[in-house]
């Protein structure tokens, strides 16, 4: 515990670079001790010593970035996102790049808008990057991504390149998206923080559905801090700064439900140690009593993602289905073709309600933790791991954001650990991550 | 009252055809007694005669419509929607047309895929005709389209097309979006049916979005049977047939807030004179207490509504500004940038808590009546008329259907009445929506 992953350096034959983050960017624009263009520059710096092994992106814009930079240089900093590189998952329109879904049947297609985040980060002045692999159509199937701490491992999906890009200095701020584990997932086992907010926080417009139940929109980052950025650049500026909050007298709950027990011994002992640090910090740490919540919420959660993916993806299961992967037609939307209509609506009408007991169940409580993941990231790219520790949250529309805290022993790569919200309260969830982060890292 | 729309024929000038509803075609079709080509040369006939006058299409796809008509002409009927043509609203997806957003600023675009609509209509053997005009950005600046009633009259928006092409029988069924009143008021105003399903009853990827939270495929139809063969199309094969209900002993609520004064005193009448055939009929009728559910409704649905729809159109706002109508850059996206984003969270956990109560409401009802908008079709194209009767439906996630039970003495032009359920209880309402319509028409 306690290790602050920025200071490590080599890890597994693949140094892992520090990479700016937006925060820090934004400093060092305002005081003028760099321009946007030197920024840019060290970005493409890693992108060209990593990406290599990484394989994080799937088009990069180098030319129009740097004369979004060039022409940023000489203006006075403005916007949340003021000369901040950022990263798109492909599964998010962008007007000026290919959008490739993360499949060969869209090699080249060219979208005729800017998702809405896409365009509202740049209208904060951030300058879009380039395109990062996601699995094939953010389900299950890979891309070429590899872990940036080990290129022998997963880096997690579907926002796979998203993470893997933030993780390797290439960017300090990637867009990725969360249908059940896809952000929070990818940022444990690359690493850096994955922010999946609160259902409907974030326009999800432009992005390609999977799951439109539980679609969200989120963001890999190197700082606690860059997410108020991101809030500011895309829903109101303003939001609340960061201000330093105690961790005395914050109500924990520990989630040891409902999968607890797939948690490789790492991920648990990790749990037991940050518990152990935030009540020597003050905080009172007790187990969540989830009131029955998490009962049949993995049943609703298939039965809907299955029933939405299987109609979401109707034009390629018509026209190109032996092109989908085996994974995709065989899991997913096949499951989805067995709900019936009134199954998936009597699932809807169970979580919404669930949800509001949630909201109930934490009354009580400041934050929720648990593992991000149940263990480091796997060996093989083939496939990238389960996400059933962040189906629940997902399910329940709660924020959360995972915090690269420790580090296994016999691996070196990073473990997340999970701080969970009350859903809408994410400013709040912020400011809490931030004070777990600096007491578990310092 | 007592009209039976089917029976007009010259109204203005223009004749109206009779057109035909899927569920004529089903049967024409698997009794053998018409070919899918010889209904798909109907359509093309009526769009031949009155597509000059109505304007109802932005493109029209006829040749591959023939084509998939021919193939179907010898093959055996199987699927909800064999050998149906229909129409799609311009700002939903088709990967073979143009999908044009009712602005010139997206002319000859060409999606990659099919939106999960258009994919699933097809899947079940429909024929996609063409695109239909929708007002820009689904918002209220107008397209080309006229009433087909009387081309001096808006035909209502933004489903300005898919109400008129229906209503011309230039296609039995059309596709469109509701965000506020833009499926119920057009089908009011160009006098066919209109269906405004719960919300996520369907799924809406490859729609553009307007404001999300509230964004809702609907149908245009000729009769209420064919609302039971999209359900059939899209949702689920095991949808119910219709069966016929009595409507002896339903309570009816009439909804006399939040807007009943400004219903003009035609529309007024129709909802009395509906009263009191439905009493006949053995209903009992009663004022809807609404126990305060509209009291700050319309104030939440503006925030949210101006909240969303400013960011979804975030790219045009950032690059083609000058580009949008006035009254979309000065209505709605004016209003969403003056509202925080603690407003609009909060305005959305109110609804939430509003959608619950109003299921506790409606517990004693079988289903509410009240007009479909305030009036007939006003005169004049530059305006699409009022969306003040169906903001609260919308708001409230509720299933409506639209039904053309009257007609205006002085104009002669259709007045609608809405008939709306309880959330998610599309299937219930629409067996009752039959029996209404029969029994004022009849």
Not at 49 to 61: D, M, P, Q, R, T
Not at 326 to 339: K, P, T
Request: charged share 20%.
């Amino acid at each position: 515990m306690g290790i602050n992953l920025s200071n490590l350096t080599k890890i597994s034959g693949l140094t892992k670079p520090t990479g700016y983050s937006a925060s820090e960017i934004k400093l060092a624009l305002s005081s003028r001790q760099m321009k946007p263009s030197e920024v840019l520059e060290q970005c493409i710096a890693n992108i060209d010593l990593y990406e290599k092994h990484v394989g994080a992106w799937a088009s990069i814009n180098t030319d129009s970035a740097r004369e979004l930079a060039r022409e940023l240089d000489d203006k006075n900093p403005s916007g949340a996102l003021f000369g901040v590189p950022f990263g798109i998952k492909d599964n998010i329109d962008a007007f000026d790049m290919p959008t490739e879904y993360g499949t060969d049947m869209y090699l080249g297609y060219r979208p005729s808008r800017d998702a809405a985040c896409v365009a509202g980060m740049r209208a904060s002045n951030g300058i879009a990057l380039g395109k990062t692999i996601c699995t094939e159509f953010a389900h299950r199937h890979p891309g070429k991504t590899a872990n940036p701490w080990n290129i022998e491992h997963t880096p997690g999906g579907s926002s796979s390149g998203s993470a893997a890009a933030v993780a390797s200095g290439m960017v300090p701020i990637a867009i990725g998206t969360q249908t059940t584990g896809s952000v929070i997932r990818p940022a444990a086992y690359c690493g850096v923080i994955g922010y999946k907010p609160s259902y409907g926080d974030f326009n999800i417009s432009g992005v390609l559905a999977n799951t439109p139940s539980f679609d969200t929109l989120g963001f890999f980052a190197n700082c606690v801090d860059d997410l108020v950025l991101v809030r500011k650049a895309l829903l109101d500026e303003s939001i609340p700064e960061l201000k330093k909050l105690s961790l005395k007298g914050a109500r924990v709950a520990i989630a040891t439900k409902p999968f607890w027990e797939e948690a490789c011994t790492s991920s648990q002992q990790m749990i037991e140690e940050a518990a152990s640090v935030l009540k020597d910090a003050g905080a009172k740490v007790f187990a969540l009593d989830d009131q029955g919540v998490f009962e049949n919420l993995s049943e609703w959660n298939i039965e809907i993602s299955g029933y939405e993916f299987a109609r979401t993806l109707a034009h390629e299961r018509r026209l190109a289905f032996h092109k989908l992967s085996e994974i995709l037609r065989n899991g997913r939307m096949a499951d989805g073709f067995r709900v019936a209509f009134s199954s998936y609506q009597a699932a809807k009408k169970n979580l919404e309600l669930l949800r509001i007991k949630f909201d109930e169940v934490l009354k009580g409580v400041d934050f929720v933790i648990c593992p991000s993941a149940q263990s480091a990231a796997p060996k093989g790219l083939e496939s990238t791991g389960s996400a059933d520790f962040n189906m629940a949250w997902t399910s329940l529309h709660c924020p959360v954001i995972s915090l690269p805290v420790a580090q296994e022993k016999d691996t070196a790569l990073p473990l997340g650990l999970q701080v969970v919200g009350t859903r809408y309260s994410d400013d709040r969830l912020i400011k809490f991550a931030e004070a777990v982060f600096k007491c578990l890292t310092n």
